[in-house]
T-cell receptor, first 112, second 112 residues
Framework: GESVGLHLPTLSVQEGDNSIINCAYSNSASDYFIWYKQESGKGPQFIIDIRSNMDKRQGQRVTVLLNKTVKHLSLQIAATQPGDSAVYFCAENRQAGTALIFGKGTTLSVSS | DAMVIQNPRYQVTQFGKPVTLSCSQTLNHNVMYWYQQKSSQAPKLLFHYYDKDFNNEADTPDNFQSRRPNTSFCFLDIRSPGLGDAAMYLC???????????FGQGTRLTVV
């Protein structure tokens, strides 16, 4: 996705704080979205997904919010832990097909 | 047990010498993706297969080719690697493209 002023390349938080990572996606026709976590030297790891017929979905310690009006996606991590330190990417299914496109990442740093 | 396996994990090739990266999956998923990821950047989709249907991204150089001989295997061929092709190459699979995509651990390609 492209930044519209909401995307931050880095985010630093204290352990126990809540974290909010934002993503602006580019294609209004996209109808499926995924958040991934990537640790150094590893492949992306699935966190949570959401379809365009929803505006909120919750998992364990994570919540994804979708605002289709402004094409904005956010990931909320509750009680952030040092193990949450990684790069986080949003990805969108671009069209009525199967291409999965990644947006810019946000590096989350959690200090104890 | 690993579900998406990429071999090798590290590959060193000479400038201009063809190289093939491989990916296998045990998930029997229909969709297989190849991404290129350079340092501090998001994964960039090169192409993907839905079953045998090949989908090339518009900006993927002709130097990159792919083969999918069966459901389980997919290969990335770089015909004449340049120094700019040094990157992490990620393979992923998805059942439909509208479900979670599972990533392998990647192959880090070095061009000398």
């Amino acid at each position: 996705g492209e930044s519209v002023g909401l995307h931050l390349p880095t985010l630093s938080v204290q352990e126990g704080d809540n974290s909010i990572i934002n993503c602006a996606y580019s294609n209004s026709a996209s109808d499926y979205f995924i958040w991934y976590k990537q640790e150094s030297g590893k492949g992306p790891q699935f966190i949570i997904d959401i379809r365009s017929n929803m505006d909120k979905r919750q998992g364990q310690r994570v919540t994804v919010l979708l605002n289709k009006t402004v094409k904005h996606l956010s990931l909320q991590i509750a009680a952030t832990q040092p193990g949450d330190s990684a790069v986080y990417f949003c990805a969108e299914n671009r069209q009525a097909g199967t291409a999965l496109i990644f947006g810019k990442g946000t590096t989350l740093s959690v200090s104890s | 047990d690993a579900m998406v396996i990429q071999n090798p994990r590290y590959q060193v090739t000479q400038f201009g010498k063809p190289v093939t990266l491989s990916c296998s999956q045990t998930l029997n998923h229909n969709v297989m993706y190849w991404y290129q990821q350079k340092s501090s950047q998001a994964p960039k989709l090169l192409f993907h297969y839905y079953d045998k249907d090949f989908n090339n991204e518009a900006d993927t150089p002709d130097n990159f080719q792919s083969r999918r001989p069966n459901t389980s295997f997919c290969f990335l061929d770089i015909r004449s690697p340049g120094l700019g092709d040094a990157a992490m190459y990620l393979c992923a699979t998805s059942q439909t493209g509208y479900t979670e995509a599972f990533f392998g651990q990647g192959t880090r390609l070095t061009v000398v």
